[in-house]
């Protein structure tokens, strides 16, 4: 079935990097755009990337631009997230999602990211 | 930007009965290309991600029961929870997609009284 699943978060301190990635299955990842999106804890739904299908556009949410880099590999039906210059308000789950320009039909269990000293 | 404000932040409705959930947006989310509006609901559920239920504000996503509706157009949008359920217990948001970025409202938690 259609499936992505996030890794890679984890405590880091502010200022620390961190490298999130998607695994997509069940569908032809090439065909769609991807988008991360971010939950801080007990607060609202918040977007922070997309990327089209051959990575030609990437667009990103004023609070992480200049920070955060979103890439993909078709090859390896894979989605990535590159986090620098992290901060406390970072803290959050991050979910991998299929949809891009417009609604998000698949979302990923998620993966948190906690900033802390 | 686009700002997404919804209404109210909560609301509590007896199991069987109607529950109504107003989003707006700051501007029309209205695609000339379509004359779609570009709005989607989501439902959350504690410890699970958001949930596709509708979009081009009336669509019902595959699989989602019928007792759920959007309505409106413009700036003024509406999901409508006809005869509520138990399992409809959870937080539900809007987003609009009208042209980046994208945004989404503050969310309504919808419990049984």
């Known amino acids: 079935q259609v499936q992505v699943v996030e890794s890679g978060g984890g405590l880091v301190k502010p200022g620390g990097s961190l490298r999130l990635s998607c695994a997509a299955s069940?569908?032809?990842?090439?065909?769609?755009?991807m988008s991360w999106i971010r939950q801080a804890p007990g607060k609202g739904v918040e977007w922070i990337s997309d990327?089209?299908?051959?990575?030609?556009?990437?667009c990103y949410a004023d609070s992480v631009k200049g920070r955060f880099t979103i890439s993909r590999d078709n090859a390896k039906n894979s989605l990535y997230l590159q986090m620098d210059s992290l901060r406390a308000e970072d803290t959050a789950v991050y979910y991998c999602?299929?949809?891009?320009?417009?609604?998000?039909?698949?979302w990923g269990p998620g993966t948190l990211v906690t900033v802390s000293s | 930007d686009i700002v997404m404000t919804q209404s109210p932040d909560s609301l509590a409705v007896s199991l069987g009965e109607r529950a109504t959930i107003n989003c707006k947006s700051s501007?029309?989310?209205?695609?000339?290309?379509?004359?779609?509006?570009?709005l989607a609901w989501y439902q959350q559920k504690p410890g699970q991600p958001p949930k596709l239920l509708i979009y081009?504000?009336?669509t019902r996503e595959s699989g989602v029961p019928d007792r759920f509706s959007g309505s409106g157009s413009g700036t003024d949008f509406t999901l409508t929870i006809s005869s509520l359920q138990a399992e409809d217990v959870a937080v539900y948001y809007c987003q609009h997609y009208h042209g980046p970025p994208p945004s989404f409202g503050g969310g309504t938690k919808v419990e049984i009284k």
């Open positions: 081009w504000a009336s």
């Open positions: 501007q029309s989310v209205l695609y000339s290309s379509n004359n779609k509006n570009a």
């Open positions: 999602v299929t949809g891009g320009t417009y609604y998000y039909d698949t």
């Open positions: 069940g569908f032809t990842f090439s065909d769609y755009d």
């Open positions: 990327i089209d299908t051959r990575s030609t556009f990437t």
